[in-house]
């Protein structure tokens, strides 16, 4: 069965997947490509997580919940993943999750990734390490986020989906990810810290063994979480060092 199991393409992309300058406070200078409906359908999870229509349980981890929703279509599958992330602000979360270039610095699944102008129209690119002897997968999306009040709660909303770029060409063994949504919301958990929902889908092409989805799904978002939070942790050193 063909699936999608690059790590930290499982997990947000976070990446996400996702994807805007390489500053985290670009984002502003973006037109806006998502509806608000989209934003909110995100940000709705955080209370009453929509699991009809299909979702099945899939695995649970370290306070980490992943659903799974199986695309006839494709044969692949679509996750939604609840968790959090303790002794982390949302903000700052919402900022690390934004900023490309420390990603490059703290991630090491990512091979290539930064933002660029194709004819007017701003994308991200990202490649993606795969484990011998997989090909690598890369990107070209685009990505939003807002800031928003819901009734006096402060709630932060990433929206990521491909982008057909002609402009970027593909490259010659790496295999381009042309299906690809991510939506992240993020919130304060009460604690210091913040709560966490993510929607995923790609399709990466190729053929995918089976345990090595298992694994990356059951595995990359906890461990993606972890590697997260210490990146939060390490960002106002960064930032300090790189003015």
């Not at 899939?58 to 919940?65: I, L, W, Y």
């Not at 770029?165 to 919130?187: G, M, N, T, W």
Request: glycine residues 6%; neutral net charge; hydrophobic residues 35%.
């Amino acid at each position: 069965m063909r699936e999608h199991v690059a790590r930290d393409q499982l997990r947000f992309d976070v990446s996400f997947r996702v994807h805007m300058t390489p500053d985290s406070r670009g984002y502003r200078n973006m037109a806006l490509m998502f509806s608000d409906e989209e934003f909110e359908q995100a940000w709705t999870e955080l209370d009453e997580p929509q699991l009809d229509g299909g979702w099945e349980f899939f695995t649970e981890t370290m306070d980490v919940k992943i659903y799974r929703l199986y695309n006839k279509e494709t044969g692949l599958y679509e996750y939604k993943v609840f968790g959090s992330l303790p002794s982390c602000s949302p903000d700052l979360c919402a900022d690390v999750y934004m900023d490309l270039n420390y990603r490059r610095q703290w991630d090491s699944y990512v091979k290539e990734l930064h933002e660029k102008d194709y004819s007017g129209q701003k994308a991200i690119y990202w490649e993606v390490k795969y484990p011998l002897p997989l090909s690598n997968r890369d990107y070209v999306y685009v990505r939003e986020r807002r800031d928003l009040d819901v009734g006096g709660r402060k709630i932060w909303v990433v929206l990521a989906k491909s982008s057909p770029v002609s402009q970027c060409p593909e490259k010659r063994s790496v295999i381009r990810v042309k299906d690809y949504k991510q939506s992240l919301a993020i919130e304060s958990d009460g604690s210091g810290g913040t709560k966490v929902f993510m929607n995923y889908f790609d399709n990466p092409g190729g053929m995918i063994p089976t345990w090595l989805v298992n694994w990356a799904a059951k595995t990359g978002v906890p461990s993606f979480l972890t590697d997260m939070k210490k990146a939060c942790s390490n960002y106002a050193n960064y930032c300090k060092n790189n003015k």
